[in-house]
T-cell receptor, first 114, second 112 residues
Framework: DAGVTQSPTHLIKTRGQQVTLRCSPK?????VSWYQQALGQGPQFIFQ???????QRGNFPDRFSGHQFPNYSSELNVNALLLGDSALYLC?????????????FGSGTRLTVV | KQEVTQIPAALSVPEGENLVLNCSFT??????LQWFRQDPGKGLTSLLL?????REQTSGRLNASLDKSSGRSTLYIAASQPGDSATYLC???????????FGDGTTLTVKP
């Protein structure tokens, strides 16, 4: 049973560029959440997608956007990259039946902005 | 706004010792609390999930407790091993909307 898959594993971008990160949820999961983790800190919630819609959003600017596809996979897009966007981006999946069942995390994408 | 604090930030113990990691949160209206392990540069591995109606969960040498009224959770690790060395994170889920708030973690080093 495949867990949460994220791609790419590492990425280096130049300030001002745009980036797209991808996530495939665990089999049977229909909800995807994205988190940003700076070095030495806990993950910060970016947003969550369920039924192809953004359901919840954390305190992140509009430069951060996302999408969920009919097969439940998801993309995170970041425009106009800043040096401060350098972080580990984590995708978490779960299933929603009226109750949360905890989250399964992927291994993350390490984004470096230079 | 929910805030999650983990104390201590770092802990070093000799192999075989029993230890307790602490997690506190400011808003007791949580749906569940989850403990994770993170190895350097890696993703998060779920250890234990405690629903708001539960008081504790056990898995092998790990035991997590939850006291909503006081806004506290503890993770007890018995007979620690060098392989337990990692950062341990707690996260609270508020209302089941998928927005979990994390602490900054406790980095554990178990010395042989």
């Amino acid at each position: 049973d495949a867990g949460v898959t994220q791609s790419p594993t590492h990425l280096i971008k130049t300030r001002g560029q745009q980036v797209t990160l991808r996530c495939s949820p665990k089999s049977g999961h229909d909800t995807v959440s994205w988190y940003q983790q700076a070095l030495g800190q806990g993950p910060q919630f970016i947003f969550q997608y369920y039924e192809e819609e953004e359901r919840q959003r954390g305190n992140f600017p509009d430069r951060f956007s996302g999408h969920q596809f009919p097969n439940y996979s998801s993309e995170l897009n970041v425009n106009a990259l800043l040096l401060g966007d350098s972080a580990l981006y984590l995708c978490a999946s779960s299933n929603w039946d009226g109750r949360p069942h905890g989250y399964t995390f992927g291994s993350g994408t390490r984004l470096t902005v230079v | 706004k929910q805030e999650v604090t983990q104390i201590p930030a770092a802990l070093s113990v000799p192999e075989g010792e029993n230890l307790v990691l602490n997690c506190s949160f400011t808003d007791s209206a949580i749906y569940n609390l989850q403990w994770f392990r993170q190895d350097p540069g890696k993703g998060l591995t779920s250890l234990l999930l405690i629903q708001s109606s539960q008081r504790e969960q056990t898995s092998g040498r790990l035991n997590a407790s939850l006291d909503k009224s006081s806004g506290r959770s503890t993770l007890y690790i018995a007979a620690s091993q060098p392989g337990d060395s990692a950062t341990y994170l707690c996260a609270v889920d508020e209302g089941g909307a998928g927005k979990s708030t994390f602490g900054d973690g406790t980095t554990l080093t178990v010395k042989p």
